[in-house]
Nanobody, 124 residues
Framework: QVQLVESGGGLVQAGGSLRLSCAAS????????MGWFRQALGKEREFVAT????????YYTDSVKGRFTISRDSAKNTVYLQMNSLKPEDTAVYYC?????????????????WGQGTQVTVSS
């Protein structure tokens, strides 16, 4: 079993930056692909970014390309989401997810473990 705990959310002005962390415990996630999703109030959960187990491959939703960067540190069993040039439309609860396979997925149903989420609020 894998437990995921997100941190790093908060309130930031438009144009600012935040770095989200997702710390895994219970077992190593080195063989797992990882993903970040978000859900804004009143909207469905949407895919944000994913990274393969090797970290060689990443993929982003179009709205965050060039602004967000997903990365992982195997030694720390942690995944990160660096968010730059934040916009009010990035406001959401951000969730980390782990997939019991090395390959990436943009689909929520492709993930086996989820964190509790961290709130990101971007003011205009």
């Amino acid at each position: 079993q894998v437990q995921l705990v997100e941190s790093g959310g908060g309130l930031v002005q438009a144009g600012g930056s935040l770095r989200l962390s997702c710390a895994a415990s219970g077992r190593t996630i080195s063989g797992f692909a990882m993903g970040w999703f978000r859900q804004a109030l009143g909207k469905e959960r949407e895919f944000v970014a994913t990274i393969s187990s090797s970290a060689f491959n990443t993929y982003y939703t179009d709205s965050v390309k060039g602004r967000f960067t997903i990365s992982r540190d195997s030694a720390k069993n942690t995944v990160y989401l660096q968010m730059n040039s934040l916009k009010p439309e990035d406001t959401a609860v951000y969730y980390c997810a782990a997939r019991r396979t090395p390959t990436m997925s943009t689909l929520g149903r492709g993930y086996d473990y989820w964190g509790q989420g961290t709130q990101v609020t971007v003011s205009s």
